[in-house]
């Protein structure tokens, strides 16, 4: 495809990038405040930007000709230097549970997934941020597949137009969790933008609280997002102190715990909500008493709330799922300290659309996808010889 030539233009301190005509625009990738630089650079009044925005996210009409509020002549210029492109549904699979997972194709060619999550009245999607994720965790499935590049802000917020498209009027999205492939703090400006338009009243109309962006812990982002966004935080945690945490997110070597609960504290000062800590329950890994009583004293002065994990297994992981009574003694021991624990219940699993699952279709730029699998080869080929010693050892 070819690019288009930008200009940059800036909006409130940050910069927004439109094309010269006659290439044309996605409008997607605009929030409210982009869309109105936009039309007053093309001479038009900055409202026809409220008209837009509402003809494409509320209603999803997509089609300039057939939002009559706007002059015909806007209509007719809108067809020439803009249009409104969502990613495409590749795949989809529906869950026994009700769970449906969409697997969506860039224009790039790489693919990402989505999630929708009903239980109850609420109905939950599970945003990816990137093609791939950056980031090591060795426990996530989508670490697996490497990194490519950020999503724009059209192909995040593509990804709930999709959505709701698919799921209305059968089911009303509630709420978004910027839970999905990828870091979001990696990508912020494009994910602020199109939080944004999630909160916009003229778009989506869910409030701060029914936003979320999960992180695995990049310090100086999180500060940013608190200077940009006031949206709720989860923080991937998984580990109590920064021996084990260096293992499984290799991202604490840079940001370590310390830090990172300092920048947690600052982000809700002020405000009443709690932090959603999250703790993948890994047999034999995290899951001891010892480690329930170390993340008790972590969480101390911070007000937090926990979401326990049971491990979802992808092929060749080493790790299993801690066992359900051993999930509820670690429970046991935060909720009598105080904290509020909850248990995650595993959904879509049957579809691998669970937590840490997710893993589209990755062109990999940092061959992590190679290390991972000569690191299997290894760990199966210590796994044969540890059998036949085992062997060995009964004759």
Request: net charge positive; glycine share 6%; charged share 30%.
């Amino acid at each position: 495809m070819k690019k288009p030539i930008l200009t940059q233009i800036s909006v409130n301190e940050h910069l927004y990038s439109v094309p010269d005509a006659p290439e044309k625009l996605n409008l997607l990738d605009l929030d409210r405040e982009a869309l109105e630089a936009w039309f007053v650079e093309l001479g038009e009044k900055a409202f026809h930007a409220r008209q837009v925005l509402k003809w494409i996210h509320k209603h999803q009409v997509t089609d300039f000709d057939a939002m009559t509020d706007i002059g015909k002549s806007l209509r007719a210029k809108l067809q020439d230097i803009a249009y409104v492109r969502m990613p495409e549904i590749a795949v989809e699979q529906a869950s026994e549970d009700g769970t449906r997972k969409w697997l969506m194709e860039l224009e790039c060619g790489n693919r990402i997934e989505t999630v929708f999550i009903p239980d109850g009245y609420r109905g939950t999607l599970c945003v990816s941020s990137q093609v791939g994720c950056a980031l090591d965790c060795t426990f996530c499935s989508t670490a697996r597949q490497g990194f490519n590049r950020n999503l724009s802000v059209a192909e995040i917020i593509g990804q709930v137009w999709v959505a709701k498209r698919e799921i209305s009027p059968e089911r009303p999205l509630t709420n978004i969790v910027m839970m999905g492939m990828g870091e979001p703090l990696a990508n912020l400006e494009n994910v602020v933008a199109a939080m944004g338009i999630m909160m916009d009243d003229l778009a989506y109309e869910l409030s701060k609280r029914r936003v979320t962006l999960s992180t695995a812990g990049i310090v100086p982002a999180l500060d940013r997002l608190k200077a940009l966004s006031d949206v709720s935080l989860a923080v991937s945690l998984h580990a109590p102190d920064d021996e084990l945490r260096d293992q499984l997110v290799p991202l604490n070597r840079k940001y370590p715990i310390r830090e990172l609960m300092a920048a947690c504290r600052r982000y809700v000062a002020g405000d009443r909500r709690k932090v959603t800590f999250e703790y993948v329950m890994l047999d034999g890994v995290n899951d001891s008493d010892r480690h329930a009583r170390q993340l008790v004293k972590l969480l101390q002065g911070i007000p937090a709330k926990v979401n326990l994990i049971p491990f979802n297994p992808f092929p060749t992981t080493r790790f299993k799922r801690s066992s359900a009574q051993r999930i509820e003694a670690f429970q046991a021991i935060l909720m009598r300290a105080g904290l509020i624990t909850i248990t995650r219940r595993t959904r879509g699993d049957d579809i691998d659309a669970a937590c840490g699952q997710l893993v589209g279709r990755v062109t990999d730029r940092s061959r992590r996808h190679l290390r991972s699998a000569k690191r299997d080869l290894r760990n199966l080929e210590t796994a044969a010889v540890n059998k036949v010693e085992l062997e060995k050892n009964r004759l």
